[in-house]
């Protein structure tokens, strides 16, 4: 199993190399070059497996230079102890056919723990295979989740250092705190003056930077990523929709070959992707539902087949969604495209250039067999977790809010009758301030809940019954470890300034 670059240009690597580089020379992505198709008994064997045993078997599909053993051995590592639940991705029931798949139970309650508890170890494995001399240096852009389930990976993990780029500003008072009482002695987190897509821009071009390599290199640093382009964290979030259909199997909810939806609220198109490449494999998927929030641009570009990136940026309740440069987009459209670089490059070209690019009207409609878009304003998602927890009794973060809602909007439109899984991102607990609004009754004072971030959780507990979790319950004794903060232009600065700080 060799990758290859979605932009055609850079040596084919092997899954290592992939992992280790993080991104192809040539500014591509890393693809495998074919899927490897999964039949209907191995499915149904499925349903007897434990997590961590699915995730060996999916994962080693894709990882030739590993054997059995050692994966099998990274995969309990990853997924153990510091998962809240057994199951590690368990499937909560709301009705017959509606289902909330519950990512977020490892130590950052988000589902960004799913890729990240992995690839670290994937990559130091990785880096052994490569005979890789340097240590590296992980730069992390995030929307907030991403960076502190990275430092949380990549915490005191050898022959690795870590610096997070976040959004000052534009991150929850729970991320924010998570991320700056973050210990370990190769971490640093740094605030930019900017939105998230600066803040991406930043650390990709940091990334594109020949000078800055070779300084960072002096260190004794070689440059990768953990951002969800990394090959690495995109494999580790096949697995769960496999898990997920193993696991309606099981329970009888549905019959070998059923097709079922996931609804994915999405951002950089990391998940969703994930549920893409599951149906290339032969899981029986019927549509791929994209929900994302007002910052709609994957909904017109479902809909028009035209990607443009100029419009204004909002920020939401959801902010781990607030993106407007879907990184992994690129690999639908190498897919899209019958796997052709010159298009996906001209694509990516335009969109540098002017913000937009379009597809074929045939490619469009080859993309509407597999995806139904959809969008959903901040005013609409509490009312979805405001009836939920009515008709349920279920508690939803804002982020998988954003799922149920446009999956109602499909199931109207269409008449849809098929099992559906919404993939649930985040614990409430992380967005707690909107979550309280949402459920609150209007007759109750909540002054106190705009001053400090722990009103709203303990509001939150006390009104719904539910325990706060032990990973926001830690934060408030542990102190400020780190808070930096610069302009987009001084990212390169503050990388150099940490590294020399640890000569
Ligand atoms: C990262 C994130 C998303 C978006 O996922 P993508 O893979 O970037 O599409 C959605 N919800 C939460 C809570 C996240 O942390």
């Not at 407007?324 to 996906?344: A, C, K, M, P, W």
């Not at 939803?396 to 269409?414: F, L």
Request: hydrophobic share 40%; net charge negative.
């Amino acid at each position: 199993m060799q990758y290859i670059s979605t932009r055609g240009e850079a040596q084919n690597a092997s899954a290592s190399q992939a992992i280790v580089k993080g991104m192809a020379a040539d500014g591509g992505l890393y693809v495998p070059e074919a899927f490897v198709p999964v039949d209907r008994d191995t499915l149904k064997k499925m349903t007897s497996w434990s997590y961590q045993e699915l995730a060996a078997f999916v994962m080693g599909k894709y990882l030739p230079e590993f054997d059995a053993d050692e994966l099998k051995e990274l995969v309990n590592k990853a997924y153990g102890e510091k998962f809240d639940d057994p199951a590690i991705a368990p499937l909560h029931k709301l009705d017959d056919r509606e289902y909330v798949l519950e990512l977020f139970h490892g130590p950052t309650i988000a589902f960004k723990d799913i890729a990240l508890q992995m690839l670290p170890r994937l990559m130091v494995a990785s880096m052994a295979k490569t005979r890789e001399s340097k240590d590296v240096l992980i730069l992390v852009a995030t929307s907030g989740d991403t960076g502190k389930a990275a430092l949380e990976g990549f915490c005191d993990v050898p022959h690795t250092a870590i610096q997070v780029f976040y959004p000052d500003g534009g991150v929850s008072a729970a991320q924010l705190l998570q991320m700056r009482t973050q210990p370990g002695c190769n971490v640093a987190v740094t605030g930019v003056r900017g939105n998230f897509d600066d803040t991406q821009t930043g650390v990709k071009r940091l990334f594109g930077d020949d000078g800055f390599a070779e300084r960072v290199d002096g260190y004794g640093y070689r440059l990768s990523s953990a951002n969800s382009i990394n090959w690495g964290r995109l494999l580790p979030q096949i697995v769960y929709y496999f898990w997920s259909y193993a696991q309606l199997l099981g329970q009888k909810a549905i019959s070998l070959g059923d097709e079922i939806n996931f609804v994915v609220p999405t951002g950089n198109f990391g998940n969703i992707l994930a549920g893409y490449y599951a149906k290339a494999m032969g899981l029986p998927v019927h549509k791929l539902i994209c929900a994302s929030n007002r910052n709609n641009v994957l909904t017109d570009f479902f809909e028009t087949g035209e990607y443009d990136r100029n419009r204004p940026f909002y920020r939401t309740a959801s902010p781990s969604m607030d993106i407007l440069i879907s990184s992994n987009l690129e690999r639908l459209l190498f897919e899209v495209s019958g796997r052709d670089s010159q298009t996906v490059r001209d694509w990516m070209a335009a969109l540098q250039k002017k913000g937009d690019y379009a597809v074929s009207g045939a490619q469009r409609d080859a993309l509407a067999e597999s995806f139904y878009a959809g969008y959903c304003d901040d005013a609409q998602g509490a009312e979805r977790i405001a009836e939920v927890w009515e008709r349920y009794h279920y508690l939803m973060d804002t982020h998988t809010a954003v799922a149920q809602h446009v999956y109602g909007q499909y199931r109207k439109e269409s008449g849809d009758q098929r099992s559906t899984v919404l993939i649930s991102t985040a614990s409430p607990y992380k967005f707690a301030t909107d979550v309280f609004a949402a459920i609150v009754p209007p007759d109750v004072p909540t002054l106190d809940v705009a001053e400090d971030a722990f009103a709203a959780v303990d509001r939150l507990s006390m009104l719904t019954g539910t325990p706060v979790p032990a990973a926001i319950e830690s934060l408030r004794s542990l102190p400020i470890r780190h808070d930096a903060v610069c302009d987009p232009e001084e990212m390169e600065t503050a990388v150099l300034g940490v590294l020399e700080g640890r000569k």
